[in-house]
């Protein structure tokens, strides 16, 4: 089949385009994997501050492209539980542990593993036309993903329960109402805003940026003290940094900090 992954890098900007058009940017193994090693590779180079992730023609992305056999073939005790648990939350798994802001510019259709994609993203952007399905009812199979852990968190338990019971597409308009879209812009301009934004995380302290994306991302799994608990371990580390005292030091004398990511 078709397809890739394009990777290109400006302004301390990692831009990865799902590039399947044809299938809607439907994830074979191989694209999946690949998606994968690049948000590893943004989080270790310290020459990307920041992560775009959108997709080519109609559709941000499909899911989980279920043509390769894998899903028809007999299964064996255990496989189907290995194979999400290698593939899909890994996936998942790997944008919400990527050390760099990840923006996703949702540019059409983003179905199943596609919607949990995205939304596993620290800041979506969407387009006029993007929708956003969640399609395993539509087949008897429960979400995977991580739907049924990152809904709730966003919305809450009955809207989560709506759009899963129900499959029933959901327009950018209602996503951005219901707070799993940041903002929604022109069809025309999605990439620009993307940019925009991107640009501006890849100027901020990116450690910072790192370390309070996880004390966000671990807060609704813990209690009170350990919260405190990793707010104040992340202080700690974070003023190791250089940037750190490059904001104090631009306070003090009253101009624009210049952070380089250190």
Known sequence: MSGTVRQESRDGVSYVTLDRPEALNA??????????????????????????????????????????????????????????RLGAQRLIAAVLDCEKPVIAAVNGTAAGLGAHLALACDLVLAAESARFIEVFVRRGLVPDGGGAYLLPRLIGPQRTK????????????????????????????????????????????????????????????????????????????NMTTRDAHEGLRAFTERRPPGFRGR
């Not at 043509?67 to 073939?73: F, M, Y």
């Not at 620009?192 to 995380?201: G, I, M, N, S, V």
């Not at 608990?229 to 202080?235: D, G, R």
């Open 27 to 84: 994830l074979t193994p191989d694209l999946r994997d690949r998606l994968i090693a690049l948000l590893d590779e943004a989080s270790a180079d310290p020459g990307v501050r920041a992560v775009v992730l959108t997709g080519t023609g109609r559709g941000f992305c499909a899911g989980a492209d279920l043509r390769g056999g894998a899903a028809t073939r007999e299964q064996l005790p255990g496989d189907v539980a290995r194979i999400l």
């Open 162 to 237: 709506e759009l899963l019971f129900f499959g029933d597409a959901l327009g950018a308009a209602d996503a951005e109402r219901l707070g799993l879209v940041n903002r929604v812009v022109p069809d025309a301009d999605l990439p620009k805003t993307a940019a925009a934004w991107a640009e501006r995380l890849a100027t901020g302290p990116t450690r910072a940026l790192a370390l309070t994306k996880q004390l966000v991302n671990a807060s609704l799994d813990t209690d009170r003290a350990t919260a405190f608990a990793a707010e104040a371990a992340a202080q700690e580390i």
